[in-house]
Every structure is written in structure tokens, then in C-alpha cells.
């Protein structure tokens, strides 16, 4: 199915767009997907895309966008695929190996995630160091395809470090305070409760969310070069005593958005 996705995706982009070849892979999140709204050359919905699924979430446009960003050649995901969707895990990380196949060697991944670090507020940004796969899977179980990436893949460096510093570089060079910290993933969909919450700080969590970390793992194996950033969209259960819901992140991340884009198109620009 991977090479008969990417050969028709490549028929699409070479009637549209000729010889394009992406380099750089984006997946927006929750309240991000303005980006390729903004740089659009071409566009195709996951429903015709074999293989794809199509994402359920509010927010989420459901389609690979093509496009040229800051003179870099970029292939966006505007909505991923969650676990908590009913799609199993390798579906959700598939798009990851298609832009792999397609020439990506870069990708940037961003998510909407509450806060565990009691520092950070809602509307921040952070550039994720490391994760913490609480998800109860990971993507490579089964057979390995020796010809992407190795069976035992090492996840000393799964966000890449000239990438994080870059990214840092970015943020202070644009005025943008930008926070850094661990992201944890739990599967979702309900929301986790206070003790989980105070069990993922003494983990050493500074994030949270339900997504993520499964295309990071895939993309380290697959020898990308990965940048994470998280918009904190809220205090994760137990920091605050505010309630939690889907609006609200929503809310807070229309909040960030202009910050956020700025961040990824100049980050874009100096990759």
C-alpha cells in the first residue's frame, strides 16, 4: 500500500505542480491548519488518498497540502490521525512514511497540549526536547521494513538537537518567548485525571496531549531530522482548577496562531 500511495501522490503533484519534491513535512494541530490555507498549491483531501484515513476531529480540514514556504518545497498535514480514533497505530504514523517516500528529510510536528510544568500558561509555546511514550504502543511493532529504518532504532536524539537550538535561535531572533520542555502521550480521548497528571510531572513531563509521539518515533527511525512544538492550550487537570474541554483549546490556540505561524515559516526559511 506505502508505494502505491506515494506513486499516486507523485502522479498528482507532477500533473499540478511538475517536479516538485517537498523537503520539509509539516503536521498541523489543533488550530494550525491557517499555514496551509495561507501557502496552498495544491491540495488533496485524505479521502482520496489510498491508504489515508480521515481525521474526525473539530479543527482538523482532513488534506495534504503541497506548497512552497520561504523558498523551501513543504508538504503539510492539515489534521493527523489519532489513536483515540478507533485508526490503529500504524495508520496514524502511514503519512509519516509517505512523505518520507515522497523526499522529506525534515519534519516539523506541532500539537495543541495542556500544561504539566505549573510555569507554563495557556497560549504558550514550547519546542519539545524528549518524549515519554505513555501510550501503551508503539509504532514499529511488527515486521520491520529494513529498507526505511533499522529494527532497534536508537531514541537517544528522537527530537534533533541542531533543529531544537534552531529553534530557540528562531523564537528570541522574533521576540516570541518560547518555553522547552518533555511531552508525554497518553491515548486518549478523555482527558487524564489529577494523580495521572501529577504522576507525569514526577515522570518529568512538562507537556501532555495524545498525539505526537508515535510520528516522532517513526520519523527518528526513518533517519528525519524531527523538531516537535507544542502550543500549551491549557493547565492540564489538577495544575488549575479550571474544567478542560476541546473549545477551550481551540480557543487558545487561535490565540497563538499568528505567533506559531511566524515561529514555523521562519524556522522554514533558516532549515
Known amino acids: 500500500m506505502l508505494q502505491t500511495t506515494v506513486d499516486f501522490l507523485r502522479d498528482r503533484i507532477s500533473e499540478n505542480l511538475g517536479d516538485f519534491v517537498p523537503e520539509i513535512g509539516i503536521v498541523l494541530g489543533s488550530g494550525l491548519g491557517e499555514l ?16 489515508f484515513e480521515t481525521s474526525t476531529v473539530s479543527g482538523h480540514k482532513g488534506r495534504l497540502v503541497f506548497a512552497e514556504i520561504n523558498g523551501k518545497k513543504v508538504v503539510m498535514m492539515q489534521g493527523r490521525f489519532h489513536y ?45 526536547t524528549d518524549h515519554i511514550n505513555y501510550m501503551g504502543i508503539n509504532p514499529l511493532i511488527g515486521i520491520n521494513d529494513d529498507s526505511m529504518g533499522e529494527r532497534f532504532p536508537d531514541m537517544s536524539e528522537a527530537y534533533t538537537p541542531r533543529l531544537i537550538n534552531l529553534t ?16 508525554i502521550a497518553f491515548p486518549g480521548p478523555s482527558y487524564e485525571t489529577p494523580a495521572e497528571i501529577r504522576m507525569a510531572r514526577i515522570f518529568g513531563a512538562d507537556a501532555v496531549g495524545m498525539s505526537t509521539v508515535p510520528e516522532a518515533i517513526v520519523a527518528s527511525w526513518a ?4 523538531v516537535g512544538i507544542s502550543c500549551i492550550c491549557n493547565s492540564a487537570a489538577g495544575v488549575s482548577n479550571v474544567s478542560l474541554s476541546h473549545e477551550d483549546v481551540i480557543k487558545a490556540a487561535d490565540v497563538a496562531k499568528d505567533r506559531f505561524k511566524l515561529l514555523i515559516k521562519e524556522l522554514i526559511r533558516s532549515i
Open 36 to 51: 496551509a490555507d495561507e501557502y496552498c498549491s495544491l491540495f488533496v483531501p485524505y479521502s482520496e488518498i489510498p491508504g
Open 168 to 183: 530557540k535561535k528562531t523564537a528570541l531572533k522574533l521576540g516570541i518567548d518560547l518555553q522547552e520542555g518533555v511531552y
Open 84 to 128: 483515540y480514533e478507533g485508526h490503529s497505530i500504524q495508520k496514524v504514523v502511514f503519512p509519516i512514511k509517505v512523505m518520507k517516500k515522497l523526499g522529506v528529510r525534515t519534519l516539523i510536528l506541532t500539537n495543541a497540549a495542556g500544561g504539566v510544568n505549573p510555569a507554563f500558561n495557556p497560549s504558550d509555546l514550547m519546542v519539545i
Open 223 to 226: 533517519k528525519m531530522d524531527v
